[in-house]
């Protein structure tokens, strides 16, 4: 599989295919005079050997290799998604919720541009709640509906329909969790809640509710019998079939194929006191495989 390491900082690695039947491991190299320094000293590190692409994780905090989670794929990963619902035990009618997907909304969230997306309809896909108590959905696979190099997104319809007698259920969705299995057998969890998918609302018809988002929960009240009728959309932002969500913030990219060359040497230099673990990390790859090789040091940074 073809990965791509991510960061805050937009790093961004891009794997091309090439004619190797096999991956070398990097021949790079690195050192340093002198593992202590002072704040403020440019620390001066040697280089030697070759790599496609070399990184440097400085061991600050954000900058840790170990925290290096996020990546990208050459392709779309194989899509599913999973969630809890519960409907309140008041209201008389019959369920009045829908789950839907689409590849190709365009992330404009008003009534207009939603309406010009194509969505599927998967409510038939999915177990929904009967009672008070949350029930889970079920794994549900989205391969069926994914488009190379698109997104998809996930959209909860509330439909309430204006009756003098007939009162509207109240719905309460959790429990949400969205992962992209990838081709080797990894498994990234894309959104694990709510608010990393980013969920918004679009009203097409009715202002007496709306979807309430909460990051562990999506809740519609259920409207009174008389209310007129109801159409509220709560829908997710475009998730990336590609990438998965990390916590590493700050990484440095020496070299990589845009670059071409491969420098002599790279200086750093440590504004806070503390001792670091520094990693540089090279990689060769292409269609056919990877190959890693870590150069680490404890640098000592002195007041």
């Known amino acids: 599989m073809k990965r791509i390491i991510y960061t805050a900082l937009a790093l961004t690695l891009i794997i091309s295919a090439c004619s190797k039947l096999e991956v070398d491991t990097p021949t790079f190299e690195a050192s340093l005079e002198s593992s202590t320094f002072n704040v403020g000293d440019t620390v001066n590190f040697k280089f030697s050997g070759n790599a496609d692409y070399v990184y440097f994780f400085s061991g600050e905090l954000g ?33 009045n919720i829908n789950v839907l997907v689409s590849n190709d909304f365009n992330s404009v969230y008003d009534t207009t541009n939603v309406k010009k997306a194509t969505w599927v309809d998967i409510t038939d896909k999915v177990t929904l709640g009967t009672g008070t108590t949350l029930v889970s959905s079920g794994i549900i696979n989205l391969a069926p509906y994914q488009a190379a190099d698109k997104p998809i997104f996930i959209a909860y319809k509330y439909l309430g329909q204006n009756n003098a007698t007939v009162t509207q259920k109240t719905w309460t969705i959790g429990g949400f969790q969205f992962r992209t299995k990838q081709s080797d057998g990894e498994v990234y ?68 194929l845009t670059t071409g060359y491969m420098p ?23 269609a056919e495989g990877r190959k890693d090789k870590l150069k680490e040091f404890t640098i000592v940074i002195n007041p």
Do not use: M
Request: net charge negative.
């Open 264 to 286: 002599t040497s790279f200086q750093y230099v440590y504004t806070t006191p503390g001792t670091y673990k520094c990693t540089i990390a090279s990689v060769n790859a292409s």
């Open 189 to 256: 969890t894309n959104a694990s809640s709510f608010t990393d998918g980013a969920f918004a609302n679009v009203e097409f018809k009715g202002d007496s509710a709306r979807w309430v988002i909460n990051s562990t929960t999506l809740t519609h009240l259920g409207l009174a019998a008389g209310n007129p009728d109801d159409n509220d959309w709560v829908i997710s932002k475009a998730i990336n079939l590609k990438t998965a969500v990390g916590d590493a913030t700050g990484v440095e990219t020496i070299k990589n």
């Open 63 to 95: 900058k840790e290799y170990t925290k290096r989670t996020v990546f990208e794929n050459e392709v779309n990963g194989s899509a599913e998604f999973q969630f809890t619902s519960s409907v309140a035990a008041t209201g008389t009618s019959t369920n």
